[in-house]
C-alpha cells in the first residue's frame, strides 16, 4: 500500500481507534489500571465485557500507545502507558478525559450528520432533535452541567496555564474572565499572579460550580462570582478581561457585539485576551482550528472559529490598536487586543 493510500485510510477509517479510545474513557478504563496491571480477565470481570472483545479491544489500544502489555497470551497484564496514565486516569491533575466523555455522549453521534449540516447550514444537535440548544438543556440538569464544564477544563486547563505563564498579568490589577464557568482561567491567573484580583463572570446556573472550585483552590479571598448575560449586561469593569473558547460559540455580530463589550468594559491601556485553536491566516495547517469550526457548525449552525487576522479587524473597528498572538499548547493561542 502507497504512503498516499496508507494516509488516506488512516483518515477515512479514523473513526475506528477515536471510538475504542472514548469507549475506554466510558469505561474509565484507565483509571482502573491506574491501580496497577491486570489481565484482559481481570478488566472483563470488573468492567461487565463480553468475552468477544476483550482482547482486540486492549491489544488495539497498546498498539495505539495507550496501553503497555506484560507478556503474551491470557495471562499477558495490561498496564496505562505513560500518556494514558498522566491525563486519562481521572485521579491525576493532567485528566483530559472529560471533553472526551462528552466527545463519546453527544459529539461522535451528531459528526455523523456533517453531511447534513454542509448541505443545510443547519445545527445536528440537540436544537435539531429537541429544539433547543446544548446549554437551554444544561443548565437544567446541575449534573450535565457540571460535566460540560469538566470537559471544558479538560480542553482548556493546559491553555489557561499556559496563558497565565506567557502573558505578564502583573502589569495589570484586575481580570474578568467572561463565560468563566469554573473559574479555571482565573485560578490559573491568580496562583500564578499573587497581585491580581479576579472576577469569574457567567450565568447563575454555573456560579456554584465555580464557588466550590475557588474554595477548593483557596482562592477566595481573590477570586469573586458574578453573574449576568453577557449579551445582556454590562460586562464587570477590569484592567484585563479575557474570554476562554467563548468567540467561537457565536455567529459574526454577535461576535462583534462581545468584541464591543470588552471594549467598553476596558481602561485606556487596558487588554482583551480571547483564547482559542485560532485558524492560521492562510487557512492551510491548523487543522484542530478547522476542525473546531465544523464543530461549531454541528452545533449551532452560524458559529464559526477565526483567524487572528478576523479577531484583530473586530477589534480594530472596535477601537483597539494593537495586537499580538501568544501560542499556547498546541493548536491553540490567545489573541491579544490592547485598547
Known sequence: MSDAVGRIMQVGLGFWPSKVLLTAVEFDLFTVLGAGPQTGEELRARLGWHPRGVHDFLDGLVALGFLEREGDGPK???RN?????????????GYV?????????????????????????????????????????????????????????????????KLAEVFDFSRYGTLCD????????????????????????DLAPVEP??????????????????????????????????????????????????????????????????????????????????MMSLNMLIE??????????DFQGWCRAAGFRRFEVLPLVGPSSAAVAYK
Open 300 to 309: 449551532f449552525g452560524e458559529a464559526f472559529d477565526y483567524t487572528a487576522a
Open 209 to 290: 460550580i465555580a464557588k466550590a472550585r475557588i474554595a477548593a483552590a483557596g482562592l477566595g479571598d481573590r477570586i469573586r462570582t458574578a453573574t449576568g448575560d453577557f449579551f445582556e449586561h454590562p460586562l464587570p469593569k477590569a484592567d484585563v478581561i479575557t474570554m476562554g473558547m467563548i468567540l467561537h460559540d457565536w455567529n459574526l455580530e454577535r461576535k462583534q457585539a462581545l468584541v464591543r463589550a470588552a471594549y467598553d468594559a476596558l481602561p485606556e491601556g487596558g487588554a482583551f485576551i480571547a483564547v482559542e485553536a485560532l485558524i492560521d491566516d492562510a487557512r492551510r495547517k491548523n487543522v484542530m482550528g478547522l
Open 178 to 201: 467572561v463565560g468563566g464557568a469554573g473559574a479555571d482561567l482565573s485560578i490559573s491567573a491568580a496562583r500564578r499572579h499573587p497581585r491580581l484580583q479576579c472576577i469569574s463572570f
Open 76 to 78: 499477558a497484564r495490561y
Open 81 to 93: 502507558g505513560a500518556d494514558a496514565a498522566a491525563h486519562l486516569d481521572k485521579r491525576q491533575p
Open 97 to 161: 478525559g472529560g471533553i472526551l466523555e462528552m466527545a463519546n455522549a453527544r459529539l461522535f453521534r451528531y459528526w455523523a450528520d456533517l453531511g447534513e449540516a454542509m448541505r443545510t447550514g443547519q445545527p445536528q444537535t440537540e436544537i435539531k432533535h429537541r429544539g433547543e440548544s446544548i446549554f437551554a438543556e444544561l443548565y437544567k440538569d446541575p449534573a450535565k452541567l457540571r460535566q460540560f464544564v469538566d470537559a471544558m477544563t479538560g480542553l482548556s486547563g493546559f491553555n489557561f496555564r
